[in-house]
């Protein structure tokens, strides 16, 4: 397997000497995207219990360390590096995700990043000239996607006739697993909306 991302020496140590000073056994690092493939994609390093783990993460074993990787973000790691910086002030640690955002996705990509993908693409182009955006709380495993409406779209009394006509719509076109969209936005707060 290539190299998934490039932990730099001074990453390596750096983050060795964090694992040591918190003092447990078979701790790990682990890395993912949050909401990968979007333009709120951020990489994330977090600790990692060996309970805490996921049974699908790519497992790297360096040479001071052990980084868990999310398998759903590997995509969006490539050309990724973790580096740490000696500076003045103590250094710092960075990480480069250059692929983070970009839309990287396939008919195999789970039905999440496929949901985000349509949304950010094609849906909010659409909401935004009415100052509004929508998002994707979560997907369930009954095949809801829920989602939350911001700005113009909050509070204004046209979303039904958005979420039905227009979101679901659209939506159910493209994603198989869909069964159906929900809104948990509370629309009782109609300070920005487009529609009162």
Same mark, same amino acid.
């Given at each position: 397997?290539?190299?998934?991302?490039? &932990?730099?020496?001074?990453?390596?140590?750096?983050?060795?000497?964090?694992?040591?000073?918190?003092?447990?056994?078979?701790? !790990?690092?682990?890395?993912? &995207?949050?909401?990968?493939?979007?333009?709120?994609?951020?990489?994330?390093?977090?600790?990692?219990?060996?309970?805490?783990?996921?049974?699908?993460?790519?497992?790297?074993?360096?040479?001071?360390?052990?980084?868990?990787?999310?398998?759903?973000?590997?995509?969006?790691?490539?050309? !990724?590096?973790?580096?740490?910086?000696?500076?003045?002030?103590?250094?710092?640690?960075?990480?480069?995700?250059?692929? !983070?955002?970009?839309?990287?996705?396939?008919?195999?990509?789970?039905?999440?990043?496929?949901?985000?993908?349509?949304?950010?693409?094609?849906?909010?182009?659409?909401?935004?000239?009415?100052?509004?955006?929508?998002?994707?709380?979560?997907?369930?495993?009954?095949?809801?996607?829920?989602?939350?409406?911001?700005?113009?779209?909050?509070?204004?009394?046209?979303?039904?006739?958005?979420?039905?006509?227009?979101?679901?719509?659209?939506?159910?076109?493209? &994603?198989?697993?869909?069964?159906?969209?929900?809104?948990?936005?509370?629309?009782?707060?109609?300070?920005? !909306?487009?529609?009162?």
């Amino acid at each position: 397997m290539e190299k998934i991302v490039n &932990i730099t020496e001074s990453a390596e140590e750096y983050l060795a000497k964090l694992l040591r000073d918190k003092n447990e056994p078979n701790l !790990a690092v682990r890395i993912f &995207i949050s909401d990968p493939g979007t333009p709120k994609a951020e990489t994330c390093l977090a600790y990692c219990k060996p309970e805490e783990a996921d049974k699908d993460d790519v497992v790297l074993k360096l040479d001071k360390i052990t980084v868990h990787v999310e398998e759903r973000s590997i995509p969006f790691l490539v050309d !990724a590096e973790v580096n740490y910086d000696n500076d003045t002030f103590g250094g710092q640690l960075t990480i480069k995700a250059p692929n !983070a955002r970009l839309p990287n996705i396939s008919p195999d990509s789970p039905p999440e990043d496929r949901i985000n993908y349509v949304i950010y693409n094609e849906i909010n182009p659409m909401l935004e000239s009415h100052g509004g955006e929508v998002s994707l709380v979560k997907f369930t495993d009954q095949g809801e996607a829920i989602l939350q409406f911001g700005g113009g779209c909050q509070g204004c009394g046209m979303v039904d006739v958005t979420l039905k006509d227009g979101i679901e719509k659209t939506l159910l076109e493209q &994603i198989p697993e869909l069964k159906s969209v929900k809104d948990s936005t509370d629309h009782s707060i109609d300070d920005n !909306a487009y529609y009162k």
